[in-house]
């Protein structure tokens, strides 16, 4: 038992229920949306479309997701605010962090630890406040608190900008207790650098989910991060365009085969609307929807030999206990 915090308020971690752990529901890029506003259109319509979108989710039994939108990904509260109030047997997590695969945003290129050679004294991270307060207090006077911390590290591997960022996210988690997703490379074996930086700092991997570890087939590789604790997001389902659907489900089959049911999660990385890909090219990624998994997913695993206790124990167990920190 655990009070996590929602969108609409704090929650027993028993609540969770069935919990999708990796669905944004606003990707955008603010800037470009303040400037060219054409396709994202009227906001009324794309918060009802997400509502309509999500009121689907949860008739289908998932009680929870966990959006894990921060700076770099167009985080807006006010809106996932108007989205809530409107699914009441729904609970929406909200994150804190900053998504890079290079570069901090400028904001922090003069501040902090970028100061500290000139300065010949040791200044702390802005960004590791910023953090601690989302989570403790609540994000930008919204009343909403941040439930989980976040960071990246993709195919350009462990930069000083990515760096930065995981030691502030990891110096935020031990100031607060929260829990960390990151998004990782697997195909280049990136959850590796985040095991060095995460010991380093003193994080136990049990509080750590490697994101979008479901990208490869290379089970050895995520036997061998499940071994050492971390929690495997198997969880851009939908995505099939480089990584097809059997794939992507028969990686999951061979895990639970040699018995790490018990350390992956299950998600789709959907969104309800992401202007990072033409929507015309988004028509076609039909598959990528957050039913998909109740649809097509899991009838193939239960049809591959996976149980129905080892379901449960992805949608439901695996949530809770990361959030309970166990
Ligand atoms: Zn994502």
């Not at 929507?279 to 129905?308: C, K, Q």
Request: with cysteine; charged share 25%; aromatic share 8%.
């Amino acid at each position: 038992m655990a009070t996590i915090q929602t969108v609409r308020g704090p929650v027993d971690s028993s609540e969770l229920g069935r919990t999708y752990v990796h669905e944004h529901i606003f990707v955008l890029d603010p800037e470009i949306q303040e400037n060219y506003p054409e396709e994202w259109g009227s906001e009324l319509d794309r918060v009802a479309d997400a509502v309509a979108q999500l009121t689907a989710l949860c008739a289908s039994g998932v009680r929870t997701i966990v959006d894990p939108t921060v700076v770099g990904l167009g985080r807006y509260i006010p809106r996932i605010q108007q989205v809530a109030s409107q699914l009441p047997d729904f609970n929406i997590i909200v994150a804190t962090g900053c998504y890079t695969y290079k570069d901090v945003p400028f904001f922090f290129h003069h501040r902090g630890p970028a100061l500290s050679e000139a300065l010949g004294y040791e200044v702390p991270d802005p960004m590791v406040d910023f953090f601690v307060r989302d989570i403790e207090r609540d994000i930008a006077d919204t009343g909403v608190r941040a439930g989980l911390l976040k960071c990246a590290i993709d195919q350009p591997g462990l930069t000083s900008g990515v760096e930065r960022v995981m030691r502030a996210v990891a110096k935020a988690h031990l100031a607060t207790g929260a829990p960390i997703t990151v998004h990782t490379h697997p195909g280049t074996q990136q959850g590796l650098a985040v095991g060095r930086v995460m010991a380093e700092e003193g994080v136990e991997p049990h509080r750590v989910v490697l994101g979008h570890s479901g990208d490869t087939s290379d089970a050895d590789h995520l036997s061998r991060l499940a071994d050492a604790g971390f929690w495997l997001g198997m969880d851009r389902f939908g995505i099939n365009i480089e990584f097809p659907f059997e794939a992507r489900c028969d990686v999951v089959v061979e895990m639970c085969r040699r018995g790490y049911a018990d350390r992956m999660m299950l998600s789709h990385d959907n969104a309800c609307y992401i202007d990072w890909i033409d929507p015309n090219v988004r028509a076609f990624m039909t598959e990528w929807n957050y039913l998909h998994i109740g649809n097509d997913v899991l009838p193939y695993l239960r049809e591959h030999g996976v149980s129905e206790a080892e379901v449960t124990t992805m949608l439901v167990d695996n949530p809770r206990r990361y959030f309970e920190g166990d």
